[in-house]
DNA sequence: GGTGTATGGTCCGTTTCAGACCATCTGTTT
DNA sequence: AAACAGATGGTCTGAAACGGACCATACACC
């Protein structure tokens, strides 16, 4: 019967509408941009046939409006609320996934001027800084309601990587910034790592 | 001329190159496994494709083994190189990307049994500290020598990251283990927040 | 001579991706 | 009321990426 798999990101659909209630494709673009999204990306254009697709197997209904709009709502059914409670039943033995331009380029860093390294850690202490200032923002904004606080746990873990991101790349900023010479990579290490572990460190 | 796009897959190639010397898809296969891989993942099999489509761009040079094997053998040319490094010489504006079905599961858990919590988190604590071996192991074999020094920094950025993930969910663990009413989320996420503050909160 | 494992590589159907494109609705300005 | 901006709501498509099955050689060891 339902032989077919099941992605990630249709349990994202599955999740978003149980929390939600009723959504159109583009309530859930909305509302997966703001929080899971940050976590979890795909194009938006996904949001208009995963449905769709989930309908067709019976894990979510879906109603047209009737008058201009013709908006399309999505339900999900007990089949789907069904399927949902499995997958979380679940634990995950997968290890979360990180794609890093950044950490790339400070890997390869060798291989081209070495001085690129100070500007690539300045702009990554700018980027992680903006996203903590939105994530710190959301928590003000919903920590207080119970409601949702169950979500904002996630937020935290979200919190936490981000600022260990911005301690390592200040540290190394400060670091080739106090550094005369950064050609001698063991002992830059070691003192990268000295400065990670003192705490206010950064 | 070259009015073909690079990917970031075909920079961690040249970047390999550059850093390995000539090498086969299979070696690439394991430098990469054991290293970049962790932090920007693909299947193996474009690591067979990607080098031929370079080679045809002029940034590598293709040799055929004569004998039994018949490998091929790449190396980055001067215009690979070049490419290579004015691709390092720009920093980037994009955040890292995290894929994560934990947090995701965590997330929607509310939409499940809230019970599925704790065995997620205590999965996870198994996962994050399995990578932080590997990690270490690496650090402690590589570390000391000066030649790859550098690319052990990114490394500690792994490490830090992993670092912060397993405290998230060590101290969601405790917390949901002695927590005789996991229902009150607010206050127990004030709890995990103070975990986490607390030095030597793991 | 058989078996196992590392090496080295190819192929291909299915999903994702990115992003261009289109249409409607609502509020504001002029 | 016409014009416009911006949010809303959605479709489409070519190009990449995915993943995993599949194949073959080399070599070591029993």
Same mark, same amino acid.
Not at 25 to 32: E, G, N, P
Not at 89 to 102: G, K, M, Q, S, Y
Not at 111 to 122: I, K
């Given at each position: 019967?339902?032989?077919?798999?099941?992605? #990630?990101?249709?349990?994202?659909?599955?999740?978003?509408?149980? %929390?939600?209630?009723?959504?159109?494709?583009?309530?859930l673009?909305?509302?997966?941009?703001?929080?899971?999204?940050?976590?979890? @990306?795909?194009?938006?254009?996904?949001?208009?046939?995963e449905?769709?697709?989930?309908?067709?197997?019976?894990?979510?209904?879906l109603?047209?409006?009737e008058?201009?709009?013709?908006?399309?709502?999505? #339900?999900? #059914?007990?089949?789907?609320?069904?399927? %949902?409670?499995q997958? %979380?039943?679940?634990?995950?033995?997968?290890?979360?996934?990180?794609?890093?331009?950044?950490? *790339?380029? %400070?890997?390869?860093?060798?291989?081209?001027? &070495?001085?690129?390294?100070?500007? !690539?850690?300045r702009?990554?202490?700018?980027?992680?800084?903006?996203?903590?200032?939105?994530?710190?923002? #959301?928590?003000?904004?919903?920590?207080?309601? &119970?409601?949702?606080? &169950?979500?904002?746990?996630?937020?935290? !873990?979200? !919190?936490?990587?981000?600022?260990?991101?911005?301690?390592?790349?200040?540290?190394?900023?400060?670091? *080739?910034? @106090?550094?005369?010479?950064?050609?001698?990579p063991?002992?830059? *290490?070691?003192? *990268?790592?000295?400065?990670?572990?003192?705490?206010?460190?950064?």
């Amino acid at each position: 019967m339902s032989a077919v798999r099941l992605s #990630t990101t249709s349990y994202v659909v599955l999740g978003m509408l149980a %929390l939600r209630g009723p959504s159109t494709s583009y309530d859930l673009k909305r509302a997966i941009g703001h929080s899971v999204g940050y976590f979890w @990306s795909f194009p938006h254009a996904q949001l208009y046939s995963e449905p769709q697709r989930l309908a067709e197997l019976g894990l979510l209904e879906l109603s047209l409006e009737e008058d201009g709009r013709r908006r399309k709502t999505f #339900t999900i #059914t007990e089949k789907g609320r069904h399927a %949902l409670r499995q997958w %979380l039943a679940e634990p995950t033995n997968e290890h979360f996934e990180i794609r890093d331009v950044a950490e *790339l380029k %400070l890997f390869f860093s060798e291989a081209g001027d &070495p001085g690129n390294v100070l500007e !690539l850690a300045r702009e990554q202490v700018k980027q992680h800084e903006e996203r903590i200032a939105v994530y710190e923002a #959301t928590q003000r904004r919903f920590g207080q309601r &119970p409601e949702v606080a &169950p979500r904002m746990v996630s937020l935290q !873990l979200g !919190l936490e990587m981000e600022r260990a991101a911005l301690r390592f790349w200040t540290a190394l900023s400060d670091e *080739l910034n @106090s550094d005369a010479d950064p050609a001698l990579p063991a002992e830059y *290490l070691q003192a *990268l790592v000295g400065r990670l572990n003192r705490p206010n460190g950064g």
